[in-house]
């Protein structure tokens, strides 16, 4: 991986953290998520549509990505009902890397170093300690569920988004169509849940919706274009600096509690990392 995609990767990464604590920060977190879905698409739509037409080899992986991206924004923001920043965003987003990297080494050709390996391995310690301080310290346990299926998510668009935009060959088309067939997809369910009246909220929700919009699409369009020109576990693992990010922002914005057992998994996640770069 060259400095300017390592670099690129930690602006996403960055982005990231942002977009997970505007849609936290909102009074309804299912309606932030689905206004943050229709204003990707009308993004999307808008950059597509001065692109080249896709292949038809390409439409089967968006497909499969909007499913995985639906799966995920239905749990995160479930999560959230249900747990701090600080405590969710780690668990959503430190799960993921482990997934990918063994599906990476049984399904695809990227080639995976060993100190690479054990950056992610040691990552996968620190999520286990967030996960185990949520148990111990009296806060809500349905919020570690939630956080592992939006984990499940991220792990399948990680794989799927990789490998599509690897097909397409252009990451700003695939990205752009992906996030429309987002928008078609998760408002639909998430009305299907809590009924049409869930965007009857304030314009507060409405902005900070698309500001998390925007910091969205800017992440993820950064991250998709790494992963193809890197291996897409490296490109996963490193994403995952988000999670000091959040925690952070957690601790410093919304005074979510910053015990000992959370810094000491903060930390594992922070050598995780490092591991990767050596």
Same mark, same amino acid.
């Given at each position: 991986? #060259?400095?300017?995609?390592?670099?690129?990767?930690?602006?996403?990464?960055?982005?990231?953290?942002?977009?997970?604590?505007?849609?936290?920060?909102?009074?309804?977190?299912?309606?932030?998520?689905?206004? %943050? $879905?229709?204003?990707?698409?009308?993004?999307?739509?808008?950059?597509?549509?001065?692109? *080249?037409?896709?292949?038809?080899?390409?439409?089967?992986?968006?497909?499969?990505?909007?499913?995985?991206?639906?799966?995920?924004?239905?749990?995160?923001?479930?999560?959230?009902?249900?747990?701090?920043?600080?405590?969710?965003?780690?668990?959503?987003?430190?799960?993921? *890397?482990?997934?990918?990297?063994?599906?990476?080494? %049984?399904?695809?050709? +990227?080639?995976?170093? *060993?100190?690479?390996?054990?950056?992610?391995?040691?990552?996968?310690?620190?999520?286990?300690?967030?996960?185990? =301080?949520? %148990? #111990?310290?009296?806060?809500?346990?349905?919020?570690?569920?939630?956080?592992?299926?939006?984990?499940?998510?991220?792990?399948?668009?990680?794989?799927? +988004?990789?490998?599509?935009? @690897?097909? #397409?060959?252009?990451?700003?088309?695939?990205?752009?169509? %992906?996030?429309?067939?987002?928008?078609?997809?998760?408002?639909?369910?998430?009305?299907?849940?809590? =009924?049409?009246?869930?965007?009857?909220?304030? $314009? @507060?929700?409405?902005?900070?919706?698309?500001?998390?919009?925007?910091?969205?699409?800017?992440?993820?369009?950064?991250?998709?274009?790494?992963?193809?020109?890197?291996?897409?576990?490296?490109?996963?693992?490193?994403?995952?600096?988000?999670?000091?990010?959040?925690?952070?922002?957690?601790?410093?914005?919304?005074? +979510?509690?910053? +015990?000992?057992?959370?810094?000491? #998994?903060? =930390?594992?996640?922070?050598?995780?990392?490092?591991?990767?770069?050596?």
């Amino acid at each position: 991986m #060259s400095l300017p995609i390592f670099l690129a990767v930690m602006l996403a990464a960055f982005l990231h953290a942002s977009w997970n604590a505007m849609i936290k920060l909102g009074a309804s977190k299912v309606a932030g998520m689905v206004i %943050l $879905a229709l204003v990707q698409g009308a993004l999307g739509l808008a950059v597509a549509l001065t692109r *080249p037409w896709p292949v038809a080899e390409v439409w089967p992986w968006i497909a499969a990505s909007a499913l995985c991206h639906a799966t995920y924004n239905t749990f995160l923001a479930f999560a959230y009902e249900h747990g701090d920043l600080s405590r969710v965003y780690p668990i959503a987003r430190g799960a993921a *890397p482990m997934a990918v990297l063994v599906a990476s080494a %049984l399904f695809l050709s +990227d080639a995976i170093e *060993p100190m690479s390996v054990a950056g992610v391995l040691v990552l996968g310690l620190g999520i286990l300690g967030m996960a185990r =301080g949520a %148990l #111990s310290s009296g806060e809500s346990r349905r919020l570690i569920p939630y956080a592992l299926g939006a984990a499940a998510g991220t792990a399948g668009y990680t794989l799927v +988004d990789g490998l599509g935009a @690897r097909v #397409s060959g252009d990451p700003v088309t695939y990205v752009g169509w %992906l996030f429309v067939a987002q928008a078609l997809l998760f408002p639909p369910v998430a009305f299907a849940m809590r =009924g049409r009246g869930l965007l009857r909220v304030s $314009a @507060r929700v409405w902005g900070q919706g698309t500001l998390a919009a925007l910091a969205s699409y800017g992440a993820y369009a950064i991250a998709v274009w790494a992963m193809t020109l890197a291996p897409i576990a490296l490109v996963s693992a490193l994403r995952e600096t988000s999670i000091l990010f959040a925690v952070l922002i957690g601790w410093a914005a919304f005074g +979510d509690r910053m +015990d000992r057992g959370k810094a000491i #998994s903060a =930390g594992l996640i922070v050598t995780g990392v490092v591991l990767t770069r050596l």
